[in-house]
């Protein structure tokens, strides 16, 4: 005798939904006081638990994003401010241990968090401040519950002591992909004038020539990442798979292996699906190159 189907608990979950229904009943529009989580309703909650979400970024030509686009990898604060306000409650505090141009800060500052970003370039730290006095307009925003802390994250991030933190959030250096002068880079980022890389320190992960050390050497700043983090709380890593020459690397897979031993335990993978990239004409008319349009966000847990 075949098992009935389960019936779902959301019928046609939209992720922009604002009406969701359980039973032909509203889901409860009051935050649960069991929740230790974060600030949100059930009708709020249930949406971000979607497994794939479409890229929220203000686009490339709104005031607020011109700032955002002059890194060479940015990460919206529209999407981090989702994570941010799925994984903490108000008050709490995030650290982003490669903070670039500050795209978690904004978020937290906006939603009431306090953030500790560390950032090795120079530039991209000035423009992480520049950000925060000239993008978070609110009054009551927490614009001054938020730091920069310029320099190495493996320098900066022992001073932080031990599970003080409730979120870690991050978007980490892609290794040697920046590198590389492709049809991508010339037409979107050197046409422009703006950086293609992270830079010339030597300090740099993304200098590293080796893979294998790059994983490793991003994995122990993670990890002491993972220290400052309280326990049972989380941490999210968004990262994409990329190409080394023809060998394509599973960077995400690679990495949520790499920490597991240092502590971090994973809960789930996001795939945040980036449908307004551009295509290129990669590997036409000989091979299959993919356009890798979107990234993915590794959901992992300091066990309580």
């Known amino acids: 005798m075949r098992a009935a189907k389960a019936k779902p608990l959301v019928d046609d979950v939209d992720e922009d939904a604002t009406e969701i229904e359980v039973g032909g009943e509203d889901l409860p529009r009051t935050v649960d006081p069991r929740n230790q989580l974060n600030d949100l309703t059930a009708r709020e909650w249930i949406p971000e638990t979607v497994s794939v979400w479409n890229q929220r970024g203000l686009g490339a030509n709104h005031p607020d ?18 994570l941010v306000r799925f994984f903490t409650k108000r008050g709490a505090t995030v650290l982003d241990p490669f903070v670039g141009v500050g795209s978690t800060l904004k978020a937290c500052a906006i939603d009431g968090r306090n953030g500790i970003g560390i950032e090795l370039n120079p530039t ?4 992480a401040r520049q950000r925060l006095r ?27 002591p031990s599970e003080s933190v409730d979120f870690v959030v991050t ?40 893979y294998e050390e790059f994983l490793s050497e991003l994995a122990a700043i993670l990890g002491e990442s993972g220290r400052t983090l309280r326990r049972g709380k989380y941490m999210c890593v ?8 023809a060998k394509y690397i599973m960077f995400h897979a690679d990495l949520a292996r790499a920490l597991e ?22 590997g036409y008319p000989y091979s299959y190159v993919p356009n890798i349009h979107n990234q993915y966000i590794l959901i992992l847990q300091k066990p309580k």
């Open 134 to 160: 000239t993008e978070v307009r609110d009054m009551f925003a927490a614009v001054g519950s938020q730091t920069v802390l310029e320099g190495d994250a493996r320098e900066h991030l022992p001073n932080i």
């Open 65 to 82: 994003a011109q700032i955002e686009r002059q890194h060479p990898a940015p990460f919206s604060f529209t999407d981090v401010g989702r």
């Open 261 to 282: 031993p240092r502590g971090l335990e994973m809960r789930g993978l996001k795939v945040l699906y980036q449908r307004h990239k551009k295509v290129f004409p990669y």
């Open 171 to 210: 978007s980490p250096p892609y290794w040697s992909i920046l590198k590389k002068e492709d049809h991508k880079v010339r037409q979107e980022r050197l046409e422009k004038g703006f950086a293609k890389d992270y830079g010339e320190d030597e300090r740099d992960l993304a200098r590293i020539e080796s």
């Open 124 to 127: 991209f730290a000035d423009l």
């Open 238 to 245: 968004v990262v994409s798979d990329f190409r080394d020459k």
